[in-house]
């Protein structure tokens, strides 16, 4: 079945400093990648999407690339703050016959302080 | 325009107890995806309606049932609730079952 693995949390960085939480997953097919924020009190934010191989999503100075090859997902920013503290979720949705729903890791909390 | 809403924000319930929580989605949109939140966890896939029809259903009990309404709201409904029933419950709409899926700020439930 399918199934996506992140980086333990907590993750605690100071302002400004380089974000990377590593993904990986166990699909079949050709499935599309997601990575979802939720800030405290909160539902699921759409952050960034990858369709196919390659591609790269971006959105508010996160990036995250499509890799096929080592079947990864991992999100990446240049410089974080702290409205940036939040949980972090990847994400995957199967190409095939049940493409309906999302398939989540358990997330990574990050904490950025001043 | 309005995102998904869901109703009520929170709620507490007794074990043994039945639970309603209602789902609006985006106007247009016909699709709407129940997840299952633990605390510490990743949501957890628990329905999909489309068009009125369930089109897939997770890994839950049969304690767990849903339905979609002409409007396209819904609701998920569960009995005899467990102590680990407790969790944040998720809405998402999207406008085709297989589309984005745009999430509503959750119905948190505690069962005590």
């Known amino acids: 079945g399918n199934s996506v693995t992140q980086m333990e949390g907590p993750v605690t960085l100071s302002e400004e400093a380089f974000l990377t939480i590593n993904c990986t997953y166990t699909?079949?097919?050709?499935?599309?990648l997601f990575w979802y924020v939720q800030y405290p009190g909160e539902g699921l934010q759409l952050l960034l999407k990858a369709t196919k191989a390659d591609d790269k999503g971006s959105n508010k100075g996160f990036e995250a690339t499509y890799r096929k090859e080592t079947t990864s997902f991992h999100l990446e920013k240049g410089s974080v703050q702290v409205s940036d503290s939040a949980v972090y979720f990847c994400?995957?949705?199967?190409?095939?016959?049940?493409?309906?729903?999302?398939?989540f890791g358990k997330g990574t909390l990050l904490t950025v302080n001043p | 325009d309005a995102g998904v809403t869901q109703s009520p924000t929170h709620l507490i319930k007794t074990r043994g107890q039945q639970v309603t929580l209602r789902c609006s989605p985006i106007s247009g949109h016909k699709s709407v995806s129940w997840y299952q939140q633990v605390l510490g966890q990743g949501p957890q896939f628990i329905f999909q309606?489309?068009?009125?029809?369930?089109?897939g259903r997770g890994n839950f009990p049969d304690r767990f049932s849903a339905r979609q309404f002409p409007n396209y709201s819904s609701e998920l409904n569960v009995n005899a609730l467990l102590l680990g029933d407790s969790a944040l419950y998720l809405c998402?709409?999207?406008?085709?079952?297989?589309?984005?899926?745009?999430f509503g700020p959750g119905t948190r439930l505690t069962v005590t």
């Open positions: 998402a709409s999207s406008s085709e079952g297989r589309g984005e899926q745009y």
């Open positions: 994400a995957l949705k199967n190409s095939g016959g049940s493409n309906y729903k999302l398939t």
């Open positions: 699909a079949t097919g050709y499935p599309s």
């Open positions: 309606y489309y068009e009125k029809e369930e089109r």
